[in-house]
């Protein structure tokens, strides 16, 4: 396994248009987050699933926005009607989920241009 | 609500001197976790450094070591015998407390200090 790998690197799109993110977690990782970063700024937590289960979504997450994670394994986000506003990188990490995490892996990262 | 505190949007650190970057936390969970990342110009985040709510002794991890001031609710980075590779953005994040809902336990992240490494 070699980590948690995002695709693709980079997304280049027209507003108005629809956009979707993959990432692969570490397989034996619970726990998938999903985080907005926007430049020079931290990381903004979006969602995460426990499984395939989504336990927790942010107010930055708009209708626009969706995720899922079927089976409990890679994970999808559309952004749907894109906005220049989304212009943004998009993290993901995993984790194994236990009651005290330690372990975040994040991928490198989708950095996404809306023009 | 929790909350992660950095300061210092920018630092400066000649090669070979040691560095302290801060961070202050705010949190009324019993047990939390406090991680340092380092993010250079490609984007990938890079673990550092960990340090636990209840661990007694401060963490180090070869040159970072992580000064854990619980009263005071902070947790800085120092950073030993800078180098230039260590220039690049860097974020402190706290790990909130899990819910028995069994919600809860994502990051929260600070806005980041940039550290420029000078030869």
């Known amino acids: 396994d070699t980590g948690v790998s995002q695709d693709p690197r980079h997304k280049i799109t027209k507003r108005g248009q629809n956009v979707t993110f993959r990432c692969d977690p570490i397989s034996e990782h619970n726990r998938l987050y999903w985080y907005r970063q926007t430049l020079g700024q931290g990381p903004e937590f979006l969602t995460y699933?426990?499984?395939?289960?989504?336990?927790?979504k942010s107010r930055l997450l708009s209708d626009r926005f969706s995720a899922e994670r079927p089976k409990g394994s890679f994970s999808t986000l559309e952004i749907q009607r894109t906005e220049q506003g989304d212009s943004a990188m998009y993290l993901c990490a995993s984790s194994l989920g236990r009651e005290i995490d330690y372990g975040y892996t994040f991928g490198s990262g989708t950095r996404l241009t809306v023009v | 609500a929790q909350k992660i505190t950095q300061t210092q949007p920018g630092m400066f650190v000649q090669e070979k001197e040691a560095v302290t970057l801060d961070c202050t936390y705010d949190t009324s969970d019993p047990s939390y976790g406090l991680f340092w990342y380092k993010q250079p110009s490609s984007g990938e985040m890079i673990f550092l450094i960990y340090?636990?709510?209840?661990?007694?002794q401060n963490a180090t991890e070869g040159r970072y070591s992580l000064n854990f001031q619980k009263a005071r609710k902070s947790a800085n980075l120092v950073i030993s015998a800078s180098q230039l590779g260590d220039s690049a953005m860097y974020f402190c994040?706290?790990?909130?407390?899990?819910?028995?809902?069994?919600?809860?336990?994502?990051?929260?992240f600070g806005q980041g200090t940039e550290l420029s490494v000078k030869p």
């Open positions: 994040a706290m790990r909130e407390g899990r819910r028995r809902d069994n919600q809860g336990g994502k990051l929260i």
């Open positions: 699933f426990q499984n395939e289960a989504q336990l927790e």
């Open positions: 340090q636990g709510s209840y661990d007694q």
